[in-house]
Structure formats: C-alpha cells, structure tokens
C-alpha cells in the first residue's frame, strides 16, 4: 500500500540556521510529491510540487525538495530559516487510482528559536 | 485567487445533535472537493471526495450515513455530522480542485468540531 513516511515528529531549529524535513514515501510507479505547510488558523498552503523533470524543485518562501528515486525521498530544504517558518509541514503524495487523492505523512512541527 | 472558506471555524454541541459544515471555494469553480479529518497532532485523513452534482465517493471506513456530504454546487459543498458522539470531536478540513483531470487542491482554514 502506499504511503508517506515523516521520521521527524517535532525539529527545533535556530533562526538563520539551514532546515531540512525529511519524506519518504512508499510507491511503485512515479510518484506525484507535494509539500504543505499548515499554520494556525490558515488552511494547507502549497509549497512544492514534483510530478516529473527536474528532480531539484524550487518553491515559495525560499524551500526546495530534491526527488530522489533511489532513496525514496523527497526532502524539505530551505538554507536560512526565519521565525516565521515556524508551522507543521506535511509531505504528500497522489495516490494511485485517480481523482487527485492525497496521502499525507504524519506531519513535522518545526520550531524556531530566535 | 483560489481561496477556500469553511463555516464555521469552531462549533461545539451537545451529542447526539447534528452538525453542518461548509466549504466553499470563494473565486473559482471547485468540480470536485475533499473532506479530510485530522485528528491532534496526526495527519489528514480524506474522508470523502464528492462531485458537483452527484454522489460522494467515501473512503474505506467512512460511515456514510454519519457523514453526510451534498456538493449542490460548483462553489459549496456540505459535511453533516450527524447524531454526533464525542469520539467525532476532530478538526475538519475541505479541500477544492479547479476542473477534472489533475490539478492542485486549495484546503480551507478548517472547522474545530467539538462535541460535550
């Protein structure tokens, strides 16, 4: 069955500092990865997405996700964190089948320290 | 543009009582719309995806006789808890794609449901 694996419940990080999230996944074909952030009080917001080509994608607000095929991975980066980055970040994948459905990973919360 | 609202934001009621939600996609035409629960500190469940204009597809294990879901328009559609019991207590979450074939959901803020 597929899935999405977030290994990292909670990551506290100093602002300025580099972040990266990781997200395995768990799928037979090429997948369709996504990264959300959710903050309080705000609905999923669409960081990045990788459906094919480029397996270095860029996002909003600074982060960027290599696909890699070998590791089954699609990790979350960002070089300098701020303090508004602060938020749970979801990774995603389209499951099999259609109709856009999403499988979410469990979800990371980053803090970030001044 | 692509924004999503859901209403209302927090709701608390008595068991047994019926709660409606709405989602509604505010500059754009959602032809298919997701509900989604997620339970603290857990990830999103899809719920049911539903269609403008016909039935709800639900996801295994999914009553659908306790969540009712009526998409009667191209920028609304509905999740009724029905006869809720504390253990529905969640936070609920739609999401609204622009056309068919593939394309990127916009999520709505989410309703706290909370049932004493």
């Known amino acids: 069955a597929q899935s999405v694996t977030q290994p990292d419940i909670h990551i506290t990080v100093s602002e300025g500092a580099s972040l990266e999230l990781r997200c395995n996944y768990s799928?037979?074909?090429?997948?369709?990865l996504f990264w959300y952030v959710q903050s309080p009080g705000q609905g999923l917001q669409l960081l990045l997405k990788?459906?094919?080509?480029?397996?270095l994608v860029q996002g909003i607000k600074g982060f960027e996700a290599e696909f890699k095929r070998s590791q089954s991975s699609f990790n979350l980066r960002k070089p300098s964190v701020h303090w508004s980055d602060a938020a749970e970040y979801f990774c995603?994948?389209?499951?099999?089948?259609?109709?856009?459905?999403?499988?979410f990973g469990a979800g990371t919360r980053l803090a970030v320290h001044p | 543009g692509a924004v999503v609202s859901q209403h209302p934001s927090r709701v608390i009621c008595k068991s047994g009582t019926s709660v409606k939600i709405e989602c509604r996609s505010l500059?754009?035409?959602?032809?298919?719309m997701f509900w989604y629960r997620q339970f603290p500190k857990k990830s999103l469940m899809l719920m049911a995806t539903?269609?403008?204009?016909?039935?709800?597809?639900?996801e295994q294990g999914v009553e659908k006789d306790k969540f009712l879901i009526n998409h009667a328009s191209l920028t609304l559609s509905t999740l009724t808890v029905t006869s809720a019991h504390p253990e529905d207590s969640s936070f609920y979450i739609c999401?609204?794609?622009?056309?068919?074939?593939?394309?990127?959901?916009?999520f709505g803020p989410g309703t706290r449901l909370t049932v004493l």
């Open positions: 999401s609204a794609k622009r056309t068919s074939g593939f394309n990127e959901q916009f």
């Open positions: 799928y037979g074909a090429t997948p369709y």
């Open positions: 990788y459906f094919s080509g480029d397996t």
């Open positions: 995603a994948v389209v499951r099999s089948g259609g109709y856009n459905k999403l499988i």
């Open positions: 500059d754009f035409q959602a032809t298919t």
């Open positions: 539903s269609n403008e204009g016909s039935k709800a597809t639900y």
